[in-house]
């Protein structure tokens, strides 16, 4: 029988504080910057009340007539509050007399079908009832152009008849893409409202000319032709809370992007320590990440199975627990482990996962890791294959997921060095794994003290 490493939990600590908005320009804060020794967490407590005094600042009733439609993009990802988001932007709509309506902008997620889509944003609690607004979901789309490097721009049709459109989104590190405009309203515009169809074409062209290029290229062609109205750009803490919200005119889209990944890239969640043998996940999902295992959080941006030699943390390998239920069977990120237990295929929707990383043109994302029946084995086996170190030796990290790395149950091999750092507080003293006789651990959430 394997000796398993001792295991302690640690909490990532932090100071509170507020992010203002439009204080933040070119990667520092004129004012109310926070500093902390791991992350920072300044956070909007009001979300509504944000929303709401952030799209009175664009005036928008000078733009917007009444009875006009306005449609409100919807994403595929889990982010913080966003169903109370998307409602107080319904409610900003209806208040200048005009006509909202919700429309889902995922590329090729949910199934890439309507009612797919449609059942994603509702498990966020974006429902009609909820949001006060019809949610129009479709595949179909408008080609409105076709651009100088030859390839079409697609517009989601709902959203194309609409009178004006106005972008909602998260910005955030792309978990493939470098460059100073990465996840957020610019990609929200063209990948997502581009929906099956335009996502597959754009991610084609990015082979060719680069994420950057496409996505100005193809971005000024929507601003001319698909009545872009405003943005509301979202950009959450370590702790996957609303940290800004800002709302953006569309002559600003690109300028305040660049800003914001900035903040964006400073706030996101981090593993605790730098070098790390095996990382064992208990979910990955399309609702965490768009990758399903945030590549930024764990080092493989560039490479699936390594870190390469700038980036940190350097993780050996990989072991995954199971699947989010909010990814309705889309398992992409997978590839990027080397072990999982066998739940985590039978939770999967093959269909699902490939069109997915058909479209995206990250094949080796769905790509199966070698499976085992359960912890136990799963576990033995990955640490079997470290290198030198002996398993009770292991620098072994336990997270629920990328996105919420508050509490971490780590190895002993860590202790020292966790004891001696002030932006690490020690919860537990080092325990046994908690395997039952059937050789499984419960969910990190639901493992404490």
């Not at 992010?19 to 902390?36: D, K, L, Q």
């Not at 498990?123 to 076709?146: K, L």
């Not at 398992?331 to 990383?357: H, Q, T, W, Y």
Request: proline share 5%; glycine share 10%; hydrophobic share 40%.
């Amino acid at each position: 029988m394997i000796d398993f490493p001792k295991i302690f939990r640690v909490r990532q600590s932090f100071e509170s504080g507020r992010f203002e908005s439009g204080r933040f320009e070119s990667g520092r804060f004129e004012s109310g910057r926070v500093e902390s020794g791991r992350f920072e967490s300044g956070r909007v407590d009001d979300v509504p009340a944000e929303v709401q005094r952030q799209l009175d600042k664009l005036q928008l009733r000078q733009k917007v007539s009444a009875g006009q439609t306005v449609a409100i993009t919807a994403g595929s990802r889990g982010i913080a509050n966003i169903a109370q988001i998307i409602r107080a932007i319904v409610q900003h709509i209806k208040s200048l007399g005009a006509l909202p309506l919700v429309v889902p902008a995922m590329g090729s997620h949910g199934g890439g079908t309507p009612e797919g889509q449609r059942q994603v944003i509702e498990s966020y609690g974006i429902t009609e009832q909820f949001i006060g607004c019809p949610i129009r979901s479709a595949i179909e789309t408008v080609v409105v152009c076709q651009t100088a490097e030859g390839f079409p721009v697609h517009f989601d049709r709902h959203a194309y008849q609409a009178d004006h459109v106005l972008v909602c989104g998260r910005v955030r590190p792309h978990t493939v893409f470098g460059g100073d405009i990465q996840s957020g309203l610019m990609k929200m515009m063209l990948i997502g409202l581009g929906n099956r169809a335009g996502a597959t074409v754009y991610h084609k062209a990015i082979r060719d000319y680069g994420f950057a290029w496409i996505i100005r290229t193809a971005a000024g062609e929507v601003f001319d032709k698909c009545n872009i109205l405003a943005g509301l750009a979202i950009v959450e803490n370590a702790y996957d809370q609303t940290a800004l919200i800002e709302a953006v005119p569309p002559e600003m889209f690109e300028t305040r992007e660049k800003q914001l990944l900035v903040l964006a890239n400073r706030l996101l969640p981090k593993l605790p320590f730098q070098y790390v043998d095996l990382l064992l996940v208990d979910r990955i999902g399309k609702d965490i990440s768009g990758s399903g295992l945030d590549a930024n959080v764990v080092g493989r941006k560039f490479n699936d199975h390594a870190a390469v030699e700038e980036e940190f943390p350097k993780v050996k390998r990989i072991a995954l627990r199971g699947l989010s239920p909010k990814s309705h069977g889309n398992s992409i990120g997978m590839g990027m482990a080397e072990f999982c237990k066998s739940r985590l295929l039978a939770e999967s929707d093959p269909a699902v996962v490939r069109l997915n990383v058909l479209t995206s043109g990250h094949i080796s994302a769905g790509m199966a890791p070698l499976d085992y029946p359960n912890d136990r084995e799963m576990i033995a086996t990955a640490l079997g294959t470290i290198g030198l170190a002996t398993p009770p030796e292991a620098r072994l990290l336990w997270i629920a997921d990328t996105l919420h790395l508050t509490e971490v149950e780590c190895s002993v091999a860590y202790w020292e060095e966790a004891r001696g750092r002030d932006d690490l507080e020690i919860l537990t003293d080092p325990r046994p794994l908690p395997l039952d006789p059937q050789g499984e651990l419960p969910d990190i959430h639901e493992f404490g003290a």
